[in-house]
């Protein structure tokens, strides 16, 4: 068996386990009668019975069947849980007693002429009676009923009072608690003994379904985690700016007030909602944080889109291609308009009938747009019919249960009847939603370019602010670096210039001494001519004969010119000294001009650069101030993700009330469209009446396509149907898988995760709105049970167990969500709560949500709320003193919106005896489950239990779950009344956490510590 089957496998036998209850105290005459042990003649005591049905008012149907059921070996549903737990030793912990009552099995008999004949395939032998007979769970339940099956058979062949005797007399049945009731139609047994999902778990296990896998298994694609707090460290502000791009904004709009736009995780969720490929995806809504109004707004889209289509078809009147009768045609619907089709799901009946009666209210309608939508009159005198408040017209219905059904199809053969008498065409219908969906987009493609220009904006003034900064941290260092390189040189010019004047000091001297030596030359070589002029005559004789004379001329001129001869190698010298000096002092001088050069190139090369780099700071800076000005003046407000973090949740960029105007104008006029379109199409309108008012007819596979043919026409007609889960099944048994467009499941935190698996089928679409941290799905098992189920079928735990829900198992799906924590990953976050004052807001704020949800400014001003602290001995729960303070407070406030709540049953029922004492309404007082998606002024939780309880004062605080719903009901004041030492000692953060919220919030915390 695949990883698929065994969960399926596993919430089945969950659901048969839970199946099998029976309320004996239902009806004001009870409908459940004690069976005797024993009758004389059976026959006529239910014939007598049946008399005393017919005599007391009961009318026979039109296809009447009479007859009884008979109930055998009643037992307590809790017996079961504790024999199991003992049984397998399981380790559950405390939890609030499930008080049901199941029967082993059922049959039915019905009345044949004079006798009773056993009804065929009638005997339901439950589960749960099977493992209470057995002590353990079956391995093949089907295997045990047809076993029993035949032998009732046999007993009731011949006689049916020799049957009775013997049936009524078997030592087979364990207990004397059998019952019986009395039925005017015995082939419709009460639906409500079997469990409503298994014929979908079984359904699912032979159909593949993209949608089923995503949601048991999570997707594989890339999580986007949509942090939307910049001191966050997983800040996605790229992520966000892209989703929330003009571009990919609705142009539809429900036509509520316009003044305001939805906030920013809202229109996120919107904008993912129609334009996000993935088919799977969870928006996790906290108390009071509008996933209604998103809801309504994705609705229109829906519409607008649809009508596009239909304007945009070449020819409006589809062409009749399948054959449902003889004769008898209807056109299929375009699959792209059948994607837009709306259903809404959930688990909660309330939930259902709140959307479906809120969507089509006049109230629900802003003021501005009233009188145009009721002169379109989209069927408004077929949708008044049915609701207590007056209608704007047909834009949702409830279906489900069969008189819903029935209903929407009565509603939609009305329609086509309205068609043949007097309708009222429009055939500009078209053109005119055309002009006003091409004004629509015209103007979220100027947003667009808005949005263009300022991402533009950003960019530029984020290059410019990078820039300044790195200009003003450069010219620092490039004015260090040249003011060294310039000092550097200077040092190297001032040693230079000491060179040249000591090389000019050393030429000088030279040249001084050189024109010295020039003159001494001359004077020698005037000595020298003197000399010559006193040769004596006859020298060269006088010479060879060595005469004094002669001597002493050549000794005077051999001087002289040896004098002579030593200046001039002197005076050589010093000019060779003279053209080195003057050499050097050249070059030392071109070295002084070149680094004058350097030092005026240095200067020049850092201008320059200052220069260039103030020039594009200067351009930047005017681009900047440019776009400003243009973005200032086109009056809309941008995405700033720089926000603080509470504005930032509150904005709606981009677009301002003008368009909200014209989007919802555009809504209008496609509903036009619509009714239009339906009346050119008005037999394949009225041929899905008689398709499914005949479904039966069409359930064989040659036909059975006609009856998703027909629901799109339907659902197309009524724009939105709800239904609970427990109806889905029936309703739509007969559909194959992806054959409804949307599927939208409200307070999915709410619902078990197996009830939505026919959803997941058939929607090809499917959006879960909830939140997890809120009350969990009630399951009649324990978590131990449960996990028994689990290892027996071998079915993942992290989903076959006591705590997941249709909404944590879309939010694993969703390729969009929130990082909660390390380990917890939910669906697209709403951050704006629009309900409760404090403390209130921020019990559940700091409890629930990691303090990310806002209040908005206009509910800062706080509540009341406190911990009023009465102790006192219990019993099964409940504290009579508790009782009497509440019962002493609400007898002088019974006029005010007051709700009161309890974690546990027996405490519900004894505060409606108290309190019904003094005229206070019972429907006010419960469970937490009770009031789940419910609000009023003021709330008192009554936590009860003593000291002898601890165990189930624990159950109670150990999660924030309970507190936190409690908490969200009130709007104004909120009192929680309870044993404050023992909640106290219980070591539960939950508890530490609510009280320190009302200190914050109350001068009262002293008064807390003692309430008399």
């Known amino acids: 068996m695949d990883a698929k089957e065994n969960i399926l496998d596993a919430w089945i036998a969950i659901e048969k386990l839970s199946e099998g209850n029976i309320n004996l105290r239902e009806g004001s005459n009870f409908k459940y009668k004690k069976l005797p042990r024993f009758h004389e003649n059976w ?78 395939n009638s005997l339901f032998y439950t589960m749960s009676g099977y493992a209470h007979r057995k002590g353990n769970l079956p391995a093949n339940i089907t295997e045990a009923q047809e076993q029993l099956s035949k032998c009732l058979a046999e007993t009731f062949q011949y006689d049916f009072d020799k049957g009775m005797s013997k049936l009524i007399g078997q030592k087979t049945q364990d207990s004397g608690e059998n019952y019986y009731e009395i039925t005017d139609d015995v082939t419709n047994l009460d639906p409500f003994l079997h469990s409503f999902y298994v014929e979908d778990l079984e359904f699912a296990k032979g159909s593949y379904s993209e949608n089923l896998t995503n949601y048991l298994f999570g997707s594989s694609t890339e999580k986007i985690n949509l942090d939307s707090n910049k001191s966050s460290d997983s800040f996605n502000s790229q992520e966000i700016y892209k989703i929330l791009e003009p571009k990919n904004y609705p142009l539809g709009r429900f036509p509520a007030n316009p003044e305001w736009g939805l906030s920013l995780m809202q229109q996120i969720a919107v ?7 993935s088919n799977v995806r969870g928006v996790n809504g906290p108390p009071g944080t509008g996933k209604t109004t998103l809801l309504k707004d994705i609705f229109a889209e829906h519409t607008v889109r649809q009508a596009f289509i239909i304007a945009d078809l ?15 045609k209807i056109a299929k619907l375009d699959t792209e308009i059948s994607n837009n089709n709306i259903l809404v799901a959930s688990s909660n009946n309330g939930a259902v009938q709140n959307i479906v009666t809120d969507l089509p209210n006049i109230g629900q309608v802003d003021k501005q747009f009233l009188q145009d939508v009721l002169e379109d009159d989209y069927f408004t005198h077929l949708s008044d019919e049915d609701s207590d408040n007056q209608t704007w017209g047909l834009f949702a219905a409830e279906g489900g249960k069969k008189d819903n059904v029935q209903k929407i199809l009565t509603k939609i053969k009305k329609m086509s009847e309205d068609f043949l008498n007097d309708f009222e065409q429009n055939e500009n219908a078209y053109n005119d939603f055309i002009k006003q969906y091409h004004l629509v987009e015209s ?32 010219l620092i260092i490039e004015e260090d670096k040249c003011r060294k390189k310039i000092d550097e040189q200077k040092i190297t010019l001032s040693n230079l210039r000491k060179l040249i004047e000591e090389n000019k000091t050393n030429l000088s001297g030279l040249e001084n001494h050189s024109s010295m030596n020039t003159h001494k030359i001359s004077l020698e070589k005037d000595t020298i001519d003197a000399i010559k002029h006193q040769r004596p005559a006859a020298y060269w004789l006088l010479k060879l004969i060595q005469h004094p004379t002669a001597k002493a001329y050549k000794h005077k001129s051999l001087k002289a010119y040896t004098k002579l001869y030593q200046l001039l190698d002197q005076q050589q010298k010093i000019e060779n000294a003279c053209e080195q000096k003057m050499k050097r002092l050249k070059e030392l001088q071109l070295e002084y001009k070149r680094l004058i050069d350097n030092v005026e190139s240095i200067r020049k090369k850092f201008v320059s650069w200052k220069r260039r780099e103030e020039n594009t700071l200067r351009d930047l800076s005017q681009r900047v ?70 479904m039966g007819d069409y359930a064989i596979a040659p036909k059975k396509h006609l009856i998703s043919i ?30 409804i467009g949307n599927i939208y499941i409200d307070e999915a935190g709410q619902a078990t995760p197996q009830s939505a698996v026919g ?25 131990g049970v449960i996990g028994l189920i689990a290892h027996r079928y071998h079915a993942a735990e992290n989903i076959i167990n006591g705590y997941s829900s249709v909404q944590t198992l879309v939010d694993q799906a969703s390729k969009f969500g929130y990082q909660k924590t390390e380990e917890e990953w939910v669906g697209i976050p709403l951050w704006v709560h629009r309900r409760s004052l404090n403390p209130m807001f921020s019990i559940s704020n700091e409890l629930s949500y ?163």
């Open 43 to 120: 026959t006529d005591f239910f014939r007598g019975k049946l008399s005393d049905m017919y005599m007391n008012g009961v009318k026979p149907s039109k296809h009447s069947n009479p007859g009884f059921v008979l109930y055998f070996d009643i037992f307590n549903f809790k017996d079961l849980i504790n024999k199991l737990t003992k049984k397998f030793e399981i380790n559950d912990k405390y939890h609030d007693d499930n008080n049901a009552k199941k029967y082993t099995y059922c049959v039915a008999f019905k009345l044949d002429g004079d006798q009773f004949k056993l009804v065929e």
């Open 443 to 474: 103007k979220r493609q100027a947003a667009q370019k808005l949005s263009d220009l300022y991402k533009e904006f950003l960019k530029v003034r984020t290059e410019l602010e990078e820039r300044t900064q790195t200009y003003n941290q450069r």
């Open 271 to 277: 904008n993912i909602a129609i334009n996000d490929s």
């Open 710 to 739: 027909a629901w799109d026409w339907i659902n197309f007609a009524i724009p939105v149907i709800g239904t609970t889960f427990a109806s889905f099944a029936r309703m739509f048994k007969f559909m194959e898988e992806n054959t």
């Open 759 to 783: 959803a997941m089928i058939r929607g090809r679409r499917v959006m879960a709105v909830g939140d997890p941290a809120q009350i969990r799905p009630v399951v009649t098992l324990s978590n």
């Open 850 to 1012: 990691q303090k990310q949800m806002v209040l908005p400014g206009n509910m800062l001003k706080p509540g009341k709320g406190r911990w009023v602290n009465i102790g006192g001995e219990s019993n099964d729960k409940f504290v009579m003193q508790q009782g009497k303070w509440l019962k002493e407070k609400i007898s002088h406030r019974k006029s005010d919106n007051i709700f009161v709540i309890s974690p546990f049953k027996n405490v519900v029922n004894q505060l409606k005896k108290s309190l019904g004492k003094v005229g206070f309404d019972k429907s006010n007082i419960g469970t937490v489950h009770t009031f789940q998606g419910k609000e009023t002024d003021i709330v008192y939780l009554v936590l009860g239990a003593s000291d002898k309880e601890k165990g189930a004062a624990l159950w109670a605080v150990s999660e924030p779950n309970l507190i936190n719903v409690a908490a969200t009901r009130a709007k104004r004041e909120f009192y929680i009344i309870g044993d404050k030492h023992l909640y106290e000692e219980l070591g539960s953060e939950v508890v530490d956490i609510t009280l320190s919220v009302f200190c914050d919030y109350s001068d009262a915390c002293e008064e807390q510590k003692v309430d008399k």
């Open 625 to 694: 101030s440019n776009m400003q000005k243009d973005i200032t003046q086109s009056g809309v407000e941008p995405l700033d993700l720089t926000m603080n973090y509470d504005e930032l949740q509150q904005t709606n960029p981009w677009f301002t009330k003008e368009y909200r105007v014209e989007q919802s104008k555009l809504f209008m006029a496609a509903l036009a469209v619509k009714k239009q379109f339906l009346y050119e199409n008005q037999k394949s309108l009225k041929a899905s009446y008689l398709i499914w008012s005949h």
């Open 314 to 328: 070449p020819k409006k009147h589809l062409s009749l291609t399948e054959t449902y009768f003889a004769k008898g």
